[in-house]
């Protein structure tokens, strides 16, 4: 929802559905992928906007 997994597939340059699967299978085997998703969404700062394009 908030870009978090589309942004980590950019950043590693995969493809964002590998991602959101890999953050399904943490969330459902260790409760922990909600947590980091909440962290990554508050501290990791936003791309900025290029109007140019």
Do not use: H
Not at 8 to 13: E, H, L, R, T, V
Not at 17 to 45: C, D, E, H, N, Q
């Amino acid at each position: 929802m908030a870009g978090v997994c589309g942004g980590i597939a950019k950043y590693f340059d995969v493809k964002p559905k590998l991602i959101r699967i890999l953050w399904l299978v943490f969330f459902a085997l260790y409760g922990s992928g909600l947590v980091a998703y909440i962290l990554f969404t508050i501290f990791v700062p936003k791309e900025p906007r290029n109007f140019m394009d």
